[in-house]
């Protein structure tokens, strides 16, 4: 569990030496299959606002990528004209959708290695990232936290068709206090820098959410409490008031933008609820007050349950710090019995995992983790799908195979509602229409 955010520092990951960038000519490629109308095959699949598998579907999409319709392909006749991308055996199920990952961030470069590298270098790994998360079947991610504004520029790329990556919806930098999980520590004050995007007052707050958007934040982020990977903070003490999580959640909304708060403490939980935030990301130590709170607010819970297992796993291997590991050791099964009491209880839940913090494109390991603690496999698919969707204000684009929303299709070999772990292994990939992994 855990998060960061920028500053090269801590939270950044390794070297990929070979970042693979894909070639400009992709886009014509692109272009010309989406301006095609196309109809996709496969033996089945599943409606995740229903809950039901469906036999045999033909799902038409237009030019624009969105599906217009969807027939029994046993029955239903189509032109020479249409395109067909059959996927065979396999049972389809809507794009999924992280709605917590750092693209810019590498597992793999912890602590201080992550001073090694100069800031290009940051989205550079990120262009490799967004094609390894497309791959795993995650065609919509919420990047809640990049500096430099880097999420934004991979999102114009991919959109304008220079490199491949899912729909990204970006931060930026996360707001957050001087000394805090967002502000850059673990240096001596001779080197005293603060992160872009702190502030120190509700005023302060209210004007970063107002500079973010300027620059294409399409989701603010804050850091409402201390940090498993941010050295010398607390990592469940609170760092913003409520009057500064009240600016920051009310001028948000004003620009029509959601606000996803950092917080592992039940203070800080508690807090961001009260202030109007819309997603809690981690939760790790939410009390059973703050579970009743966030179903009362409608508050969303977005908990990061699978890399506790590889933040342990790898140790000081990457570079992390002992005082990191310590920290994760602390909350790690803690945030995992709040999970469990969370679905219980019946806050509502998404899927966001912090991938950046363990390898990119294994982001499909946390539905496991998810059905161990508490949910059944359709629930974590559609934390992942419809629930997704919801929190983004995006129900007439994504997290379903539904008619008028974008085709974002994966294919998964045998039936996922039996065993999740058909999800860690995405053999085809649609987005808008066009096949961008599998045959
Ligand atoms: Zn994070």
Redesign the pocket.
């Known amino acids: 569990m855990?998060?960061?955010?920028k500053f090269g520092s801590f939270l950044r990951g390794i070297a990929i030496g070979a970042a693979a960038i894909f070639a400009v000519g992709t886009a014509s490629a692109q272009d010309a299959a989406a301006t095609q109308k196309t109809v996709i095959t496969a033996a089945r699949y599943l409606d995740v606002l229903t809950g039901k598998t469906v036999e045999h579907p033909a799902i038409f999409v237009g030019p624009d990528g969105r599906i217009t319709g969807i027939a029994d392909a046993r029955t239903v006749r189509w032109g020479s004209d249409v395109r067909q991308i059959d996927l065979g055996d396999r049972t389809l199920l809507p794009g999924l959708i992280d709605m917590?990952v750092?693209l810019t961030s590498l597992a793999e470069v912890g602590g201080y290695q992550g001073l090694r590298y100069t800031d290009s270098f940051w989205t550079v790994v990120g262009v490799a990232n967004a094609k390894k998360v497309l791959d795993a079947g995650f065609t919509t991610v919420r990047n809640?936290?990049s500096a430099d504004f880097e999420d934004v520029g991979l999102k114009q790329a991919i959109e304008g068709g220079f490199i491949q990556g899912p729909r990204i919806i970006p931060a930026g930098w996360a707001i957050g206090a001087t000394g805090g999980h967002c502000d850059s520590g673990g240096l001596p004050p001779s080197m005293d820098r603060k992160e872009a995007s702190v502030i120190d007052s509700p005023e302060e707050a209210r004007a970063k959410v107002r500079w973010l958007h300027k620059y294409g934040a399409r989701v603010i982020k804050i850091c409402a409490t201390g940090g498993v990977f941010s050295l010398g903070d607390s990592v469940g003490a609170q760092q913003l008031t409520f009057d500064e999580m009240k600016a920051i959640a009310d001028e948000a909304h004003m620009l029509g933008l959601k606000v996803a708060a950092?917080a592992h403490g039940d203070d800080g939980i508690k807090t961001a609820i009260l202030a109007g935030i819309d997603t809690i990301?981690h939760a790790s130590l939410a009390s059973d007050a703050a579970i009743k709170l966030a179903i009362e607010h409608k508050t969303w819970f977005d908990m990061d349950i699978y890399n506790d297992d590889y933040i342990l796993a790898t140790g000081t291997a990457n570079g992390t710090e002992q005082e990191s590991l310590d920290k994760e050791k602390a909350i790690g099964l803690a945030q995992r019995q709040t999970f469990q009491r969370a679905v219980k209880a019946g806050v509502r839940m998404l899927f966001g995992t912090?991938a950046?913090?363990y390898p990119h494109g294994d982001n499909g390991k946390q539905f496991a983790k998810m059905v161990e603690w508490g949910m059944t496999p359709l629930q974590a698919i559609r934390a992942a799908t419809v629930s997704g969707a919801e929190a983004l204000d995006m129900t007439n684009d994504l997290g379903a195979i539904a008619v008028g929303r974008y085709a974002d299709i994966i294919a998964v070999d045998g039936d996922p509602l039996a065993d999740v772990t058909r999800l860690e292994h995405v053999a085809a990939v649609v987005k808008g229409g066009v096949l961008v992994k599998g045959e």
Do not use: K, L, T, Y
């Open positions: 855990q998060s960061s955010v917590h750092h809640v936290g950092h990301e912090d950046g913090v």
